[in-house]
């Protein structure tokens, strides 16, 4: 059975999608609300609530065939005003990584590390960040590539994440595996512009990871709505006209579009800042038709909480999200049991990673390299034969 850490552990979704064939050696987050989602849904026994940059690696058990960390996203998104790898939020990427080189001199080293973050990890500090971290991942000695991959391939909510996954140097990729160069499926222009950006060192490193097209996805933002929600009012006939007051012409001719379908509509609105007609600053409601969620955030503000628009005819209803449908956006199973505040319970939603992308990547890229490893070493207690520091 592979094991794995999992960092900035969040609700233990990462956990979810690996799966029940793979062990968990050890589970991190700083975030007590947090923690106590994972251990109702998973149990206490391998999680730790402390700052990441006050591990040591006495603290992590055994070695671990991965470790995935799905470092916080704000310092490389406007969230954050882009502040990076030297913010306070993002920049955790670094004590995680110096307990992963702590590690390494114990030679307890994962063989494999998966790190999970928005795009705007590619383009932040012009493509710096990204050059960063692909120099630390080498000069730890492992290869690594990058995938571009969006949630709404598996569930119905547009949510594109960067995942780099690193294997160490000492390995030969499985036949078919990793391609020569990069894909239209998985690399688009944006991450073959931050490979361009890297160091020499880390462009020899590089591996284009070539998993195969997932089958289409089956289910639309309408079969994750609940007829009778739990933990959100229906909003009163002045709150939904309000919303609809907040959009612009164009999006109005979608609510009407929708009227005119004779059919149940079910649409996401989002809250956003634009320009008005006089160039100013106002708040609008956005809203989609498309069966597709837009992208799960935390609740940092009413602006970030997705609201959603059933139109039947003339009868028009309007309420927040709630988080039982959030987490099923997010893949979770209605057996996953969410905090009772809504705001905890979007939050977790909204800031974790979607359950079945972490399957899909365990299935087509971390199993075949575990057991591809497995049978080229031959050693009883290590897949890989690592390099020492001295030789």
């Not at 882009?82 to 001199?105: C, D, H, M, V």
């Not at 390299?369 to 890989?384: D, H, I, K, V």
Request: proline share 6%.
């Amino acid at each position: 059975m592979p094991s794995f850490y999992e960092f900035f552990a969040g609700g233990g979704m990462a956990r979810a999608g690996l799966g029940k064939e793979w062990e968990c050696l050890f589970a991190n987050d700083i975030d007590a609300k947090k923690g106590a989602s994972y251990s109702a849904n998973w149990g206490a026994g391998h999680l730790k609530i402390a700052d990441v940059g006050k591990l040591k690696a006495a603290d992590l058990p055994d070695r671990a065939d991965l470790a995935w960390a799905s470092f916080p996203c704000q310092d490389l998104s406007l969230a954050g005003n882009y502040a990076g790898l030297k913010g306070e939020r993002s920049g955790t990427f670094w004590p995680f990584w110096r307990l992963i080189e702590a590690l390494a001199e114990e030679r307890r080293a994962p063989y494999a590390v998966v790190l999970e973050n928005v795009c705007g990890a590619l383009s932040s500090h012009g493509g710096k960040d990204f050059a960063a971290i692909g120099a630390a991942l080498a000069g730890g000695g492992y290869r690594f590539g990058a995938l571009v991959m969006d949630a709404v391939r598996f569930v119905p909510q547009s949510r594109p994440r960067l995942f780099i996954v690193a294997v160490h140097q000492d390995w030969t990729a499985p036949a078919g595996l990793a391609g020569t160069h990069a894909g239209p499926l998985w690399h688009p222009a944006n991450l073959a512009g931050a490979y361009e950006k890297l160091s020499q060192r880390s462009k020899e490193a590089w591996l284009w990871w070539n998993p195969p097209a997932p089958p289409p996805r089956q289910s639309t933002f309408a079969d994750v709505i609940e007829d009778e929600p739990q933990g959100v009012p229906w909003h009163t006939a002045a709150e939904t006209k309000r919303l609809l007051g907040m959009m612009s012409p164009i999006n109005l001719e979608k609510v009407g579009k929708a009227k005119r379908a004779k059919r149940r509509m079910i649409g996401g609105i989002y809250k956003r800042t634009r320009r008005d007609e006089h160039g100013k600053r106002a708040q609008r409601a956005e809203i989609r038709f498309d069966d597709v969620a837009g992208c799960l955030r935390t609740p940092a503000g009413g602006s970030s909480r997705q609201s959603i628009m059933i139109v039947e005819g003339d009868d028009i209803r309007s309420r927040l999200l709630s988080p039982r449908e959030a987490a099923r956006l997010m893949g979770l199973p209605d057996s996953y049991t969410l905090p009772e505040n809504y705001n905890q319970a979007y939050h977790l939603s909204g800031d974790g990673v979607a359950v079945p992308v972490v399957r899909f990547l365990a299935a087509h890229i971390l199993e075949p390299l575990l057991e591809s490893g497995s049978q080229e070493s031959g050693a009883e207690t290590a897949r890989f034969r690592l390099l020492s520091s001295d030789s």
